[in-house]
């Protein structure tokens, strides 16, 4: 391959015009949502008081093909088909004899993959006749793809942020409000659940799992504002499966096949846009690794119990079966604030059961340290979530051979994280393994199903 191929950029007339549903292919059925009382399945009515209709057909749907909307489309072609790009100083630093890919999602106007749902999701409850989405985010990241993607379609957007990244990264929450939303730290005052937090633990930092139900609770509390969720649910995953289509083609274009796929671990949207487009080639027999990136102080994936457990820390959600620490769970003030999730995609963990995915966990400073060694090497700075698929993809591509292609999915750029770089710089970055202690003790908080 020669360097004037390095940068694969697909025509615009060959973005995919249908999402990926893995439902129909899963090797064994997805276990259902339960209602958090009865621990029976949920029914669309159910779920009907926080999400539109369009998007809950879209979670229960077993149609492998779900067009995309002329109005979405038109929206991603902001930014969309995104580049494949060749790392080829990476390779030649870590003396690499395979090749690296990297997948650019980073020059999306949020700065990362998320607006990839946020358009959608934006969409199909515009469609609805809601006025206003409600949502969390922990870095960022998320928030500010639903507030870019709210300023398209002319609808308000309140985001709670967990109070930890409102205050490492003041300047996601500046952008959110440019956008035209508004944005709290949480927990706040705004909401019972934030309220209740903040009298038993004023110093509390927050969690992805408190805001959520912050989030959840502003939602059902208001006849014309819906919830969105920026990770974990089936059609989540379902819009963001448009990176690893177009993934597919750039690849077949240069008459390549992907040998290992990798990227980082929150809630696994970014993860599995990446992987489940290339899920029937693996179950056809084809070598295809799957290798999920996740921090050793949130280690989800690796560490986790497979079980029914909440979405959210108030137990407003439907019981999810997942690979979870426990919605008790407290994470860490670690700088990557959008892996900081209790639990994973049920998809994602469904495929993790059958021993599809190869799941490794790292400290934050060792991925910091292949941030800058990707930053010095390719010229481009990665937000500290994706840090985590660097370190993953450079280990991987030590132990590869020639010819093999590894493929890694630039979730985000890391302009706003700078504050997070200057602690590394500093030497004022810790290094946290969760004790198998609070693990366990969030467990205990698991219902018995």
Not at 14 to 23: C, I, L, S
Not at 117 to 142: C, D, H, I
Not at 323 to 337: D, K, Q, R, S
Request: charge should be negative.
């Amino acid at each position: 391959m020669s360097n004037a191929h390095d940068r694969i950029i697909l025509p615009a007339d060959k973005m995919p015009t249908q999402w990926y549903n893995p439902q129909p292919d899963l090797p064994t059925p997805l276990a259902p949502p339960l209602d958090p009382e009865t621990h029976e399945p949920v029914t669309p009515d159910q779920l009907g008081v926080i999400f539109p209709t369009s998007l809950i057909e879209q979670e229960m749907s077993q149609d492998r093909w779900i067009p995309i909307p002329q109005p979405v489309l038109d929206a991603y072609r902001l930014w969309r088909p995104t580049p494949l790009i060749r790392a080829r100083n990476l390779e030649k630093a870590i003396g690499a004899k395979c090749r690296i890919f990297y997948k650019d999602e980073s020059v999306s106007p949020a700065g990362s993959h998320k607006p990839n749902t946020a358009v959608p999701q934006a969409y199909f409850n515009m469609t609805e006749g809601v006025k206003r989405l409600s949502t969390e985010t922990g870095a960022g990241q998320w928030g500010t793809a639903l507030s870019f993607a709210c300023s398209q379609f002319g609808m308000d957007c309140t985001v709670y942020m967990v109070k930890v990244s409102y205050e490492m990264k003041p300047y996601r929450q500046i952008l959110i409000r440019n956008y035209g939303s508004t944005v709290h730290p949480s927990p706040s005052e705004l909401t019972r659940t934030g309220a209740e937090m903040l009298r038993r633990d004023p110093g509390c930092k927050g969690s992805l799992g408190l805001a959520i139900s912050e989030a959840v609770e502003d939602a059902a509390t208001h006849d014309d504002t819906k919830y969105t969720l920026g990770s974990v649910l089936n059609h989540v995953l379902v819009h963001q499966t448009i990176v690893g289509l177009e993934t597919e083609q750039q690849l077949a274009e240069q008459g390549l096949k992907p040998d290992h796929l990798v990227g980082c671990v929150g809630g696994g949207s970014n993860f599995a846009g990446l992987v489940l487009p290339f899920l029937r080639r693996k179950l056809d027999g084809e070598n295809i690794h799957f290798v999920a990136s996740e921090p050793r102080a949130c280690p989800s994936l690796t560490r986790g119990e497979y079980r029914y457990d909440y979405g959210d820390m108030a137990r407003l959600t439907p019981l999810m079966k997942m690979h979870t620490l426990g919605h008790a769970f407290m994470p860490a003030p670690i700088h990557a604030g959008g892996l900081r999730y209790h639990g994973d995609a049920p998809i994602l963990c469904n495929l993790m059961e059958e021993g599809l995915i190869d799941a490794r966990s790292y400290f934050q400073t060792d991925c910091f340290d292949a941030a800058r060694l990707f930053l010095q090497t390719q010229g481009f700075l990665p937000a500290p979530e994706t840090s985590h698929a660097i370190k993953a993809a450079i280990d991987v591509a030590k132990e590869a051979g020639p010819d093999e292609n590894v493929v890694f999915l630039y979730s985000g750029h890391g302009m706003l994280d700078l504050a997070s770089y200057d602690a590394y710089l500093k030497g004022n970055l810790d290094n946290f393994e969760l004790p198998q202690s609070d693990i366990d003790n969030a467990l205990k908080e698991c219902p018995q199903i």
